[in-house]
């Protein structure tokens, strides 16, 4: 666990900053934006990557989510991880919401998706489970008339910590705005451990909390065995999420910090030249 001092350093530099390109040789592109070779697929109702229905797929670059072949979307929600964990790192995606929702979708998975952070290994996933053990960066659209902020948090079997209290609801609302149509938006994860992750949406940062642990509800038939309440996430999988509606991702690319978070002063650096953008 990074230490407080550093905690706090974290939360001055990253208060409502913009996050834009440093060192380009520092940036991992987790999709090539030609094959999903790098990725492992867990949908729900079918076998660990079993892609149901080319439910992902790459088409012009771009990483899609569709429904075509669902005759009704029966709650088989689906993720997409990449094959390899991380603990401290910034992500950067940018994806957008088209077309309209598989029939059978829930209400409140219109226009919803999710980079789903410190997730538990895909292939511990039982084969009906609905959601990674994980915590959510939660990614909605608008419907073109209400205020629906994205860049939420969910937290499907784990709680995280809103200024030092613990914090049991399923999610929380980031202060972002609502991005209507079918607009391209970049969101951030700054993710330091299980100490602090932080949401950044467009530029501004819209949501911080700390202490992400396993626990609460919110996710169903899972093996007991991996839902080990309390134990502390300090990394994990990341995953693209499909609930239902069509989603695309142009960009999924990573900043990995594990090199820096031993020591202090070059954490500082780089985290001051993100901020920067340099």
Request: glycine share 10%; hydrophobic share 35%; proline share 4%.
């Amino acid at each position: 666990m990074i230490k407080k001092k550093r905690l706090a350093l974290v939360l001055c530099i990253f208060s409502m900053c913009s996050i834009t390109t440093f060192a380009q040789r520092g940036w991992i592109n987790l999709f090539n934006g030609k094959d999903l070779k790098d990725w492992n697929i867990k949908i729900s109702k079918h076998a660990y990557n079993e892609n149901f229905g080319n439910t992902f797929y790459v088409e012009d670059g771009i990483l899609k989510v569709k429904y075509d072949a669902y005759d009704t979307f029966n709650q088989q929600y689906g993720h997409i991880f990449y094959k390899k964990p991380f603990s401290n790192y910034l992500i950067r995606v940018e994806y957008r919401f088209v077309g309209e929702q598989a029939k059978g979708g829930e209400g409140w998975a219109y226009k919803n998706s999710g980079v789903m952070l410190h997730c538990q290994d895909p292939a511990t996933m039982l084969k009906d489970q609905d959601f990674p053990i994980s915590v959510e960066g939660q990614l909605l659209g608008g419907n073109g008339k209400d205020e629906r902020p994205t860049g939420n948090v969910c937290t499907p079997g784990t709680t995280i910590e809103i200024k030092d209290k613990l914090f049991t609801p399923h999610c929380l609302n980031s202060s972002s705005k609502t991005y209507h149509g079918e607009q391209w938006v970049t969101a951030e994860f700054l993710v330091l451990g299980d100490s602090i992750i932080k949401h950044i949406i467009n530029g501004d940062t819209v949501l911080t909390y700390t202490h992400p642990k396993i626990g609460g509800g919110n996710v169903s038939n899972y093996d007991p065995a991996i839902k080990q309440d309390g134990k502390a996430l300090t990394g994990g999988y990341i995953s693209l999420q499909s609930e239902s509606h069509p989603v695309q991702f142009r960009m999924v690319k990573l900043f990995d910090l594990q090199p820096y978070v031993n020591d202090q002063k070059k954490l500082e650096k780089v985290l001051g030249k993100l901020r920067a953008g340099k």
